[in-house]
């Protein structure tokens, strides 16, 4: 009688760990799974939503370092008593709310002005500042009321960003039904929040599909897990 070839044994050692195998190789795969997807993060910015050679970045470069970057975002709502002292009082909460955000360094609306909520009744500064802050913090009709988000840069807080705008944007929407939040900042949390669903309906859509090809070809849930 023969000896068993190298090969053999190897495939008879196989067979005889393979439960031991397939212990380890799922634990392997757990950690994996751990340091890699749940410790993987982006680079949320504007700049990687275009592509590396778009004529397009290096005038917006350009500006950022002029001015030092576009962290504003923009929260909006229509009232039609809004220059009436409830009008004001409402936009003044409004304000103070989103300026206790976490990641918002400072807002600007029509009640953080030197008058306050008084710019109603000050006959001589109130209408010169609604002048001022017309088309920035409060329409041309008069009614729709703006608070400007200052954020913090992200690489100055440790405050999360896509928590800041949902809060932001929770904020106003429960202040009036018909409030938006846009600005740069809300456009890439979204864009990315976005981007992140999508891949993952994508993935999932994937397997299904890999999983139904496997079934149907090998008939064997086996050929099914071992992927």
């Known amino acids: 009688m023969s000896m068993p070839s190298r090969s053999e044994r190897f495939v008879a050692w196989l067979i005889a760990w393979r ?21 993987l993060s982006f ?3 504007i700049e990687n939503m275009f592509a590396p050679d778009d004529p397009l970045l290096v005038p917006y470069r350009q500006l950022k370092r002029t001015f030092g970057g576009n962290e504003i975002a923009l929260a909006a709502y229509v009232d039609p008593n809004l220059l009436t002292a409830q009008g004001i009082e409402r936009l003044d909460q409004l304000s103070q709310a989103m300026q206790d955000v976490p990641g918002v360094q400072a807002v600007l609306s029509l009640t953080t002005t030197p008058l306050g909520r008084e710019i109603i009744n000050d006959q ?16 041309a009709d008069r009614q729709t009321a703006a608070v400007v988000c200052m954020l913090v840069p992200e690489d100055q807080t440790d405050a ?67 992927p």
């Open 19 to 39: 439960w031991a195998l397939f212990a380890l190789a799922v634990a392997v795969m757990g950690l994996i799974i751990y340091q890699g997807a749940y410790r």
């Open 43 to 45: 680079d949320r910015s």
């Open 124 to 139: 001589v500064l109130g209408p010169a500042f609604i002048r001022l802050l017309e088309g920035f913090a409060v329409g």
């Open 160 to 226: 999360d960003r896509p928590a800041t705008v949902a809060e932001l944007r929770r904020l106003v929407q429960a202040h009036d039904p018909s409030g938006v939040l846009t600005g740069e900042p809300v456009m890439v949390v979204d864009g990315f929040q976005y981007l992140e669903e999508d891949g993952e309906l994508l993935g999932r859509t994937a397997n299904l599909l890999l999983i139904l090809t496997i079934v149907f070809c090998f008939r064997s849930i086996r050929w099914v897990i071992v």
